[in-house]
């Protein structure tokens, strides 16, 4: 176990295939056409001094150092930005060089500190590492001379500190905010001697840097280092693992010294993220030392109690007899479990195999349910597979990009760090949001058309698409006809000519021109290669399914599926929601979306663990509630989530949960949910456990271990404890065995294993004998279901509507620097980007209130009410109002009602009529809440508690 | 005389519309916002960056690499004294020094009666009558102490 340090090969690789042989120091080397002599020399082992170049950014030519000499041409070309050329004899290291670079060494050492010794890049410096590799002995200028010695430093970003006195002005920095990050926030301020970096003339804090931290990987001084290193050193050995914030899942090196974690590194080789991060996954994972980490398990009698911490086995042992009690009083289906897409694969299977053998019902749900069920049910229904079609490296052969209801930059943003490359690259986008997101317009993108509809008018949105496409002749025929099933498509395109789906009438309903859906459409369907992503602006809304089914067929009626570029791309919430969806977690489903009255597969599963099966689906979340408050359900084991926070219309979700006899939560802190709770039992983070997590493009990643785990016990530990405490044998000596039973009992997983995943680095499902090495993009020689099926999509608005009580629409979402209910992010430094929920409001909207910018509001809607302060903004329409939900002082899901979508269930989150009135203070709810959290989270002195 | 307006947000917009849709439209603009204002201050980042779809950053690192561009509005009048090879061997080192001490103004500073702004110039082309500078606009030849002190002295009466 060392420190993984990837080959630099100084510029990006070319993906030409035509090959160019030279000679590099009298070695032959075949290199593709377009390849830099210094990329063709590092890939025959030898490495070019560089300083201003790295193979993530494009040759640049500005340090000097890289100078090779090529016979029959003049001078010292720079080997970075001189292609290869077939014949080419080039010589890396002569006398003449060696004399050019000690020089060029020579002027920046001149103004360089010589503080080498206490200097925090000390182990990992390229700077130091060069001044060795020229064999740098004196510096014939001296030191006296005009400098930039004294410029101070910049320690305005939680994360990093800017120290120009030890810059080169390389601009790595620069051009990594611009090309890998796509912000453009850092510039070279000024010229000649006085050139410097600089965030636009303001400190980073205050800059549009966004703090993904590209640039601080960038440098190859000290200039940009991140704080920690400054306050720990270098570390020692690194570990590559997976983030566990959003569903982009990005590979990481987390970088170790012993058991602490001195900061985690985008791994160049990760296949999500090709080596790029953003704040939650590089930066914000302090949250795992915190000291409200709950590190002992607790139990209690009554919400009210104290809790009172006691051993692992009498907390296992109190659970499974309080599950044992309440199943003997009030039957077998009283009890469930909800799973958790934070958690890993494994952990997830588990859950589930403990509800179906342990428990004996189906009555196990995922908090998928509340995001991303409608995906898995329309794309189910249309292609025969519940997950998007792309891996996202087909983004890069789009010619036209769909968004809609997604908010990439905030939500998914080294993904859409890479979609604003393909923009910058040419790539058309249309942009259907009720908000003028980022995507809409910022530095060096713009959409070309947005199209801001009403909060939950998706469908019919989609088919006024549909409509145009079909009567403007747009349509695919010849892929329709090879791939679909005929008499499917005919009704649907019948349905979609009607004149009630022309954009003149749906243009009524959504709000936006005829002229502009006419205009998206044609985009769409010409532009060459179209891909849509979408996010939970189209899942979360009564016709969540609908919405879904409805773009699966527009990618369909214009033959925009089955190769790189196109497809239909869901961008999963959270980091294992397609795993935990894959996992057989919901109610209905074993792994592998396989209907629990399917025989087969059941008594495969009766058969392997030895009981027998439910063959009826079990509660939904939301079912669970309602049963809760009828008197049949009892105890819920909750692993990793926080439905108080999360889920809709929270006077109910707490009602439920109070009317339950045992609530379990296995989380890391005390969240919102265990105010409810008589069981806790402290989970592991993801840096200290072992197991997989499944990404939006079906990527099964590697999660390891870099710690132990400081509660005792990971996750999957304690489910395990628990079912052997009901009597449910579950023998796995590692999460490696479990992924081995997984991949024995589902199709699509067959050929997965620990080992084929280190070999790999990863593979995308469907993994088995057909596929070996994993699906990067599905449905390429047909739909995996046999023809791909269109369904009419008729619009029906949702019941939720405005009215004289009720005027505005409020639609909720996320933010860059927090995740989810905030429970990590919320418990790092991240908060000084986002301290509080705002309520977003449209000028027009404000002053119709008297609302001043910054004025605490009162946001109610027929669910409740809450108080945030507000904040104007023009990003919203007249009409919409908008808030985040991740903090619970502010609770914005007590606003959110019972609504759901027809098919999944699925909370209609993006849709609520709510009212905003000026306020003084917080609701009585948020009064009550306050108070019954502050009794419930204490937790009793064990001397007190021994009495 | 610098004939330039007060700084104005509505007038700087004005200024920033009417090159929409120009390619290349971040330099012409400066010119015309400092043609108007006599300075680029700050403020006049966002407006730019939000116009042109460009990053503040992006612009600031324009603004800052020209030195025509000032941050600061100027005094009653501008004075570029040549700073190139040809004028300093005909003694314009001298001069400069001559020149700051009159002003009591570094380079780029503007005296403390606001009558003028002191800037270095690289080259007016005006080598063969070295030394030479610029007022408002105006270039002049063949300057020694006493016609620089006369320049001076006429700027600080008007």
Known sequence: MGLIKEIDFGTPASTATTLVELTIDGFAVQVPEGTSVMHAAMDAGISVPKLCATDTLDAFGSCRLCLVEIDGRAGTPASCTTPVTAGMVVHTQTQRLAQLRRGVMELYISDHPLDCLTCSANGDCELQDMAGAVGLREVRYGYEGENHLAATKDESNPYFTFDPAKCIVCSRCVRACAEVQGTFALTIEGRGFESKVSAGGVDFLGSECVSCGACVQACPTATLMEKSVIAAGQPEHSVVTTCAYCGVGCSFKAEMRGQELVRMVPWKDGQANHGHSCVKGRFAWGYATHRERILNPMIRASIDDPWREVSWDEAISHTASEFRRIQASFGRNAVGAITSSRCTNEETYLVQKLVRAGFGNNNVDTCARVCHSPTGYGLKTTFGTSAGTQDFDSVDHSDVILVIGANPTDAHPVFASRMKRRLRGGAKLIVVDPRRIDLVRSAHIEANCHLPILPGTNVALLSGLAHVIVTEGLVNEAFVRERCDLAEFTAWAAFAAQPRNSPEQVGLICGVSPELIRQAARLYATGGNAAIYYGLGVTEHSQGSTAVIAIANLAMATGNIGRPGVGVNPLRGQNNVQGSCDMGSFPHEFSGYRHVSDTATRESFAALWGVALDDEPGLRIPNMFDEALAGGFKALYVQGEDIVQSDPDTHHVTAGLAAMECVVVQDLFLNETANYAHVFLPGSTFLEKDGTFTNAERRINRVRRVMVSRSGMADWEITIALARALGCEMNYANPGEVMDEIARMTPTFAGVSYEKLDRLGSVQWPCNEAAPQGTPVMHIDGFSRGAGRFVITDYVPTDERTGPRFPLLLTTGRILSQYNVGAQTRRTDNVVWHEEDVLEIHPHDAEQRGVRDGDLVRLASRAGETSLHARITERVAPGVVYTTFHHPQTQANVITTDFSDWATNCPEYKVTAVQVSPSNGPSAWQQSYEAHAAVSKRIADPAEAAE | ?158
Do not use: K
């Not at chain 2, 009653?76 to 400069?96: I, K, M, W």
């Open chain 2, 1 to 158: 005389m610098i004939d330039s307006v007060e700084w104005r947000p509505d007038r700087a917009a004005e200024i920033i519309a009417g090159h929409a849709g120009t390619e290349g439209a971040a330099l012409p603009i400066l010119h015309d916002l400092q043609a108007e204002f006599g300075h680029v201050p700050a403020e006049a980042v966002p407006l730019l960056a939000e116009a042109l779809n460009l990053s503040r950053a992006d612009i600031h690192g324009v603004v800052s690499f020209y030195h025509d561009f000032r941050d600061h509005p100027p005094g009653r009048h501008l004075l570029h004294l040549c700073r190139a090879e040809a004028c300093q061997s005909v003694g314009g080192d001298a001069l400069a020094e001559h020149a700051r001490a009159r002003l009591g103004a570094g380079w780029g500073q503007t005296s403390t009666d606001g009558a003028l702004t002191l800037e270095p110039i690289f080259c007016l082309g005006l080598c063969a009558c070295a030394p030479a500078a610029m007022l408002d606009g105006q270039v002049i030849g063949r300057l020694d102490q006493a016609r620089l002190d006369a320049i001076i002295d006429e700027a600080r009466a008007r």
